[in-house]
């Protein structure tokens, strides 16, 4: 299983950038992705979550109303549409995806199974 995330980038406060990630080696149709990001010195930490089947989302606090979390089951792609962009966001941006049929979503990263490598995110002020 791989997962590719790509789409970062410099952008100005208030501005918006997509993030997508990349699925391949397995079909992900009933389980989770979800992106996770880190800034230096801080701990990995959740953003949003999305199951595959239903396509049923879960959002972090700072996430909500600026982020959009979606899939592409027929292209094994999942996008994060970053709105109103703030610089406190940012950070690398990881997406990794649960291992097991029917996991549940989770913001937890210790439950997620497959991580991509980092994507990284930089917003001016």
Not at 24 to 30: D, H, W, Y
Not at 36 to 42: D, E, L, M, N, T
Not at 48 to 73: E, L, M, P
């Amino acid at each position: 299983v791989q997962l590719q995330a790509y789409g970062g980038g410099l952008v100005q406060a208030g501005g918006s950038l997509r993030l997508s990630c990349a699925v391949s080696g397995r079909t992900f149709s009933s389980t989770v992705t979800g992106w996770f990001r880190q800034a230096p010195g801080k701990e990995r930490e959740f953003v949003a979550t999305i199951r595959w089947s239903g396509g049923n989302t879960y959002y972090a606090d700072s996430a909500k109303g600026r982020f959009t979390i979606s899939r592409n089951n027929g292209k094994n792609t999942v996008a994060l549409q970053m709105n109103s962009l703030k610089p406190e966001d940012t950070a690398s941006y990881y997406c990794a995806a649960r291992g097991y049929t029917l996991a549940p979503m989770s913001n937890m990263s210790s439950q997620y199974d497959y991580w991509g490598q980092g994507t990284q995110v930089t917003v001016s002020s």
